[in-house]
């Protein structure tokens, strides 16, 4: 890891426990989204995609656990917490170093999407005794064209026609694209009529 690498994620370990300390009294339970607080959680995700391939998966692992125990109001972590946990937040875990994409689409701004999908989501996070929970990877943030709303599916087509893209990333890329359509990924005209709606009905002004 870089030394510059190393101070942005320790910057980024400061700012997640300040704003979560405001944000303290939030929980699984409450009505209100902690959004500022998973904000956080996702730009600490982010902010590792560029270091150690090898250690990225458990570093967000024990991110989104940390957060879950502290402030999520989760008195387990088993497996099935964590992919619960995901499914129901991942639309918030957007990053700000990524102009707000969700945290599953900034990893393939670097080499961090293959520790987050094959290694993290579709092998430690599954259980072995019930391997038809899984994480839903249709995440959806507003940074499609004109702001438009865009799944990680319709993101990785971006990402395969950028130029200056090597062959070795982008077939690393297809066997990503490959995994995650086997669990249900979707382009965001494919996903059901009415999520498309409330998605659309919610897009920011």
Same mark, same amino acid.
């Given at each position: 890891?870089?030394?510059?690498?190393?101070?942005?994620?320790?910057?980024?370990?400061?700012?997640?426990?300040?704003?979560?300390?405001?944000?303290?009294? &939030?929980?699984? /339970?409450?009505?209100?989204?902690? *959004?500022?607080?998973?904000?956080?959680?996702?730009?600490? +995700?982010? %902010?590792? @995609?560029? &270091?150690?391939? /090898?250690?990225?998966?458990?570093? *967000?692992?024990?991110?989104?656990?940390?957060?879950?125990? +502290?402030? %999520?109001? @989760?008195?387990?972590?088993?497996?099935?917490?964590?992919?619960?946990?995901?499914?129901?937040?991942?639309?918030?875990?957007?990053?700000?170093?990524?102009?707000?994409?969700?945290?599953?689409?900034?990893?393939?701004?670097?080499?961090?999407?293959?520790?987050?999908?094959?290694?993290?989501?579709?092998?430690?996070?599954?259980?072995?005794?019930?391997?038809?929970?899984?994480?839903?990877?249709?995440?959806?943030?507003?940074?499609?064209?004109?702001?438009?709303?865009?799944?990680?599916?319709?993101?990785?087509?971006?990402?395969?026609?950028?130029?200056?893209?090597?062959?070795?990333?982008?077939?690393?890329?297809?066997?990503?694209?490959?995994?995650?359509?086997?669990?249900?990924?979707?382009?965001?005209?494919?996903?059901?009529?009415?999520?498309?709606?409330?998605?659309?009905?919610?897009?920011?002004?």
């Amino acid at each position: 890891m870089t030394k510059s690498k190393a101070v942005i994620i320790f910057l980024c370990n400061v700012l997640l426990g300040f704003v979560l300390a405001v944000n303290a009294n &939030a929980t699984e /339970s409450d009505s209100k989204i902690d *959004i500022e607080g998973l904000k956080s959680l996702a730009q600490r +995700s982010c %902010a590792s @995609y560029g &270091a150690d391939g /090898s250690k990225i998966a458990s570093w *967000i692992k024990e991110y989104i656990i940390d957060y879950m125990k +502290s402030y %999520a109001g @989760y008195k387990t972590t088993h497996k099935r917490d964590i992919v619960h946990f995901i499914n129901q937040n991942k639309d918030y875990m957007t990053c700000s170093s990524s102009n707000g994409r969700n945290f599953m689409m900034a990893a393939f701004e670097d080499r961090g999407f293959n520790q987050l999908f094959n290694q993290l989501f579709y092998e430690m996070l599954v259980n072995e005794d019930d391997d038809s929970y899984l994480v839903d990877p249709n995440a959806v943030s507003y940074t499609g064209t004109g702001g438009q709303p865009e799944t990680v599916l319709d993101y990785i087509q971006t990402v395969k026609n950028e130029p200056g893209r090597t062959q070795g990333y982008l077939e690393q890329v297809a066997e990503v694209e490959e995994l995650i359509i086997s669990v249900g990924a979707k382009r965001f005209h494919q996903l059901p009529k009415a999520t498309q709606q409330r998605y659309l009905d919610n897009k920011p002004k």
